[in-house]
């Protein structure tokens, strides 16, 4: 099963974060978000608001646009692999195949 969109969101909001060496604390106090609520957001438990989202991605320096893009790539990740899982659980493993033997044509 694929991921939901708030979990991925929150994945990359906290990769983010970490990647600054900052402080759900300092994150939160700068977006002005509680920190319980920030740490929500980042576990994908809470869906943020755009207006949320806007102020974490202010308080991190990182694009919006950015956010959603990166998002956007790990969740086409995820439905391609859950794609070729699926796909790879419907083939029959008792089907046969059967392959005719080469036969040699003689050239006059």
């Known amino acids: 099963?694929?991921?939901?969109?708030r979990e991925v969101i929150g994945d990359v909001l906290?990769?983010?974060r970490t990647d600054q060496g900052r402080t759900l604390r300092e994150v939160s106090d700068s977006a002005r978000v509680s920190l319980g609520y920030l740490s929500e957001v980042e576990r994908g438990r809470k869906e943020a608001s755009s207006e949320l989202l806007g102020a974490i991605c202010t308080a991190l320096d990182?694009?919006?646009s950015r956010v959603l893009s990166d998002a956007g790539e790990q969740m086409a990740t995820q439905e391609h692999k859950a794609f070729l899982r699926a796909s790879a659980a419907n083939i029959d493993a008792a089907t046969k195949v059967v392959?005719?033997?080469?036969?040699?044509?003689?050239?006059a």
């Open 1 to 5: 099963m694929t991921a939901l969109l």
């Open 14 to 16: 906290r990769r983010a």
């Open 62 to 64: 990182v694009p919006l």
């Open 99 to 107: 392959i005719p033997q080469v036969v040699s044509l003689a050239v």
